[in-house]
């Protein structure tokens, strides 16, 4: 079974910055799509961003939600096993847990990822 950890969570004031790193295995990073969800108390989860995984001739294409679009980044180090979410210009709106989690299929469906980790408490004050 994937095991994927989240770091890099905590306060930050708004339009502030933020990385958040998702760590997994190999083998999960070379075989699945990664995506970034959160969720913030009494919402649904909503998804943030994905990218593909990639060989030596492709892979590494994103995707993101309309709320974080020009603001989010999402990039990928096979090397570190590991997915990075980048999130400039914060605002108190983007409080919530973040996931990250896995999936074979090119989705933004949370229902979709088979894997997930435990999530970050991302907090932005205004």
């Known amino acids: 079974q994937a095991e994927l950890v989240e770091s890099g969570g905590g306060l930050v004031q708004a339009g502030g910055s933020m990385r958040l790193s998702c760590a997994g295995s190999?083998?999960?990073?070379?075989?699945?799509?990664v995506g970034w969800f959160r969720q913030a108390p009494g919402k649904e989860r909503e998804f943030v961003a994905l990218?593909?995984?990639?060989?030596?001739?492709?892979?590494?294409?994103?995707y993101f939600g309309d709320s974080v679009k020009g603001r989010f980044t999402i990039s990928r180090d096979d090397a570190k096993n590991t997915v990075y979410l980048q999130m400039n210009s914060l605002k108190p709106e983007d409080t919530a847990v973040y996931y990250c989690?896995?999936?074979?299929?090119?989705?933004?469906?949370?229902?979709?990822?088979?894997?997930w980790g435990q999530g970050t408490q991302v907090t932005v004050s205004s």
């Open positions: 190999a083998r999960t990073f070379n075989t699945h799509n």
């Open positions: 989690a896995a999936t074979r299929s090119l989705v933004t469906e949370a229902a979709s990822y088979n894997y």
């Open positions: 990218i593909t995984w990639s060989n030596a001739w492709s892979g590494g294409d994103t």
